[in-house]
């Protein structure tokens, strides 16, 4: 999915001012904000990742949430050919059905409950096109940000169907690193953590948790109490590291649903903008003059009817790097 951002830099962990992580400092609120991308078809999307108060958790650096849509009467997704560099795309579906192609020569379905992750180091493009038969379009996008050892890598494509775990009354689908005793197979190249966990009425769960990690609780539907703080729909809970554990209670009377993500604080200092995760001005302008010059460093796309998207100019000023503000102790909004 193509995305547009400003300068970035990565966060680093909430602390007490000792230097070591706190687990008691609250659960900090995003909210989402609405989002047009681009394309023949303009859909609207909520983004709360990457925004002022926060950039990235662990490596994870962009979050889009989008539906559910009524394909009928919005078009549906139509993601005309767009470049990446220095990231992964992930990408996944509550319902409908999207049809991926990408200049590796990947040609894959997105499904409900299925991991469709590509990796676009030095570079790759890729379409995005919701499929005749869905009616209904309803996920998540998500990117991670590449450490500098790996952000020249080559394209990759992967695709996963995690088995659904059950917990106190949770259904958890693991599809990126380890949760509830299970664990996805797909590598990554720093530590993480991806997986739906679908709440049933009324019920509360506690999952252990890694405390090297901090993580961040996306709700897509109903109200979910999070360590005493309540997420509502669309809304981001970012959890700081030194947790071993996460309670989440559903507090409404019909099943909700959430994407938790987690890893490792990422130190390293990045610039994001449109699709490109580098680490300066300079290799950003370097990509999008090779995405302008149709260079081979993004490959082509086959199989879609349409024209490439344009990159964007760029702004007046230097692209620089933004870290996080800090916040004090105890903050939850």
Request: charged share 20%; hydrophobic share 35%.
């Amino acid at each position: 999915m193509s995305g547009v951002g400003a300068g970035r830099a990565a966060p680093r962990a909430d602390d007490d001012g000792s230097g070591e992580p706190s687990p008691d400092a609250g659960v900090e609120v995003l909210t989402a904000r609405d989002v047009p991308l681009g394309g023949p078809r303009a859909m609207t999307v909520r983004r709360t990742l990457p925004q002022r108060a926060r950039t990235l958790i662990g490596a994870w650096c962009f979050i889009d949430h989008y539906g559910p849509d009524d394909v009928a009467g919005t078009g549906g997704m139509d993601v005309a050919p767009h470049p990446h560099i220095g990231l992964q795309t992930v990408s996944w579906l509550f319902s409908g059905e999207i049809e991926h192609r990408d200049s590796l020569g990947s040609h894959a379905f997105v499904r409900p409950g299925e991991l469709n992750l590509m990796t676009g180091g030095h570079g790759i493009s890729h379409t995005e096109v919701s499929t005749p038969g869905t009616t209904v379009l309803h996920g998540v996008q998500l990117w991670v940000a590449l450490p500098e050892e790996h952000r020249g890598t080559g394209r990759d494509f992967r695709h996963h169907a995690p088995s659904p775990v059950h917990r106190d009354g949770a259904t958890i689908r693991v599809f990126l690193g380890s949760l509830a005793e299970e664990t996805s197979p797909v590598p990554t190249f720093t530590p993480l953590l991806g997986a739906e966990i679908v709440i049933g009425p009324r019920a509360t769960t506690t999952l252990d948790t890694d405390t090297a990690f901090e993580h961040g609780l996306l709700v897509d539907q109903g109200s979910i109490r999070v360590e005493g703080t309540l997420l509502n729909g669309a809304e981001l809970g970012y959890l700081g590291p030194g947790r071993d554990s996460v309670t989440l209670t559903n507090e409404t009377d019909a099943p909700a649903r959430a994407v938790l993500v987690g890893g490792t604080p990422f130190e390293e200092q990045i610039v994001m903008w449109w699709n490109f995760v580098g680490r300066s001005h300079q290799d950003i302008a370097e990509a999008r003059e090779d995405w302008a010059a149709a260079s081979d460093r993004f490959g082509h796309v086959d199989g879609y009817p349409g024209d490439r998207i344009p990159a964007p100019a760029l702004p007046n000023a230097v692209l620089a790097p933004r870290g996080n503000p800090t916040r004090p102790k105890g903050s939850t909004r």
